[in-house]
T-cell receptor, first 116, second 112 residues
């Protein structure tokens, strides 16, 4: 089955530093990748959509200069949280999609980011 | 923007009982999906619904796509302790964008 590997699973960083989160589709090519953020006891909120080789499309209210998304290949997308602050602490989850088939959505296992 | 209203917010049931949760929306969705999320993990797809009125089962789970395309329910029969987790409904806005809108989630606790 389709597997999406997300790394790291958890990271603690100091305020003001940047953190990179990787999302890899291991056995399929992901035409589209999605990045979500989830605060404790809340739902998943879509941050941005990225297609390989194109600029990411950000949802309203998400700062594109703060959350840099790179989708350089069909198997790898990265999310970089720049100049992180404590309010950026959250659970970040990626999702990879194969083609137009809805069954093609596969989620990564998430990254717990704590900014101290 | 589009919103999905999911209820109940939480449930605490006895092992063996049946469970029902539902989602409603003011918008029409092309596809409804039901996911389960364990603590510290990403969501895992349980059931996908593509047609209005569709009723689909996956083991002890049954889900239906409402006729109006604005609602869906998920039933779990004969619950077991490993059913514990957070269940989310998600609606797909369109096959081109591929965006999913998630409900608020239903936290299920099962007492052995």
């Amino acid at each position: 089955g389709a597997v999406v590997s997300q790394h790291p699973s958890r990271v603690i960083c100091k305020s003001g530093t940047s953190v990179k989160i990787e999302c890899r589709s291991l056995d399929f090519q992901a035409t589209t990748m999605f990045w979500y953020r989830q605060f404790p006891k809340q739902s998943l909120m879509l941050m941005a959509t990225s297609n390989e080789g194109s600029k990411a499309t950000y949802e309203q209210g998400v700062e594109k200069d703060k959350f840099l998304i790179n989708h350089a290949s069909l198997t790898l997308s990265t999310l970089t949280v720049t100049s992180a602050h404590p309010e950026d602490s959250s659970f970040y989850i990626c999702s990879a999609r194969r083609g137009q088939n809805t069954y093609g959505y596969t989620f990564g296992s998430g990254t717990r980011l704590t900014v101290v | 923007g589009q919103q999905l209203n999911q209820s109940p917010q939480s449930m605490f049931i006895q092992e063996g009982e049946d469970v029902s949760m539902n989602c409603t929306s003011s918008s029409i969705f092309n596809t409804w999906l039901w996911y389960k999320q364990d603590p510290g993990e990403g969501p895992v797809l349980l059931i996908a619904l593509y047609k209005a009125g569709e009723l689909t089962s996956n083991g002890r789970l049954t889900a239906q796509f409402g006729i109006t395309r604005k609602d869906s329910f998920l039933n779990i029969s004969a619950s077991i302790p490993s059913d514990v987790g957070i269940y989310f409904c998600a609606g797909q806005l369109g096959s081109n964008t591929g965006k999913l809108i998630f409900g608020q989630g239903t936290t299920l606790q099962v007492k052995p």
